[in-house]
């Protein structure tokens, strides 16, 4: 497995089309809905790759000066419980806190919140939003 840092658009594809194999296709969830208005320059992006194939993805973007979200965590069906979300989430931290962030947020949907509290996340105890077609709760990690 290769974790690449994409900072091209060709390698951000790579990210789409992860995107689009686990989201669009598994759940449902339309083109328009996935791709948002935080899919821009800015953003960076985390891609997993077997033997040059995108297998797993995520995505950060700044939230104010000191923090960020990370969202969009997505492992093809075929590739998951191999421990590979870990690895890519991991992955965006250091990037995260290589650029001098301190805090990292995520809506993670309630089914799980399980996997990111074994990685250091703490639930905000906030109320359960609607985040597209998922009920979410956010959540943080001080780096």
């Not at 339309?30 to 797993?56: A, C, H």
């Not at 309630?110 to 956010?138: A, K, M, W």
Request: glycine letters at 10%; one cysteine or more; charged letters at 30%.
């Amino acid at each position: 497995m290769e974790v690449m840092r994409a900072t091209e658009e060709w390698q951000r594809a790579g990210a789409y089309s992860v995107r689009i194999e686990g989201m669009n296709r598994q759940h449902h969830i339309s083109l328009r809905d996935e791709f948002d208005d935080k899919d821009t320059e800015g953003t960076r992006y985390i891609v997993l790759l077997d033997d040059g194939y995108p297998v797993g993805t995520c995505r950060f973007y700044e939230n104010d000066t000191g923090s960020v979200i990370l969202g969009r965590v997505v492992i093809l069906p075929e590739y998951r419980g191999r421990g590979l979300g870990r690895m890519v989430v991991t992955e965006a931290e250091k990037w995260i806190a290589e650029s001098g962030y301190k805090t990292v947020f995520i809506d993670s949907r309630l089914e799980v919140t399980d996997f990111y509290s074994g990685l250091g996340y703490i639930s905000d105890n906030g109320p359960v939003e609607h985040c597209g077609s998922f009920d979410c709760v956010r959540m943080h990690k001080d780096l």
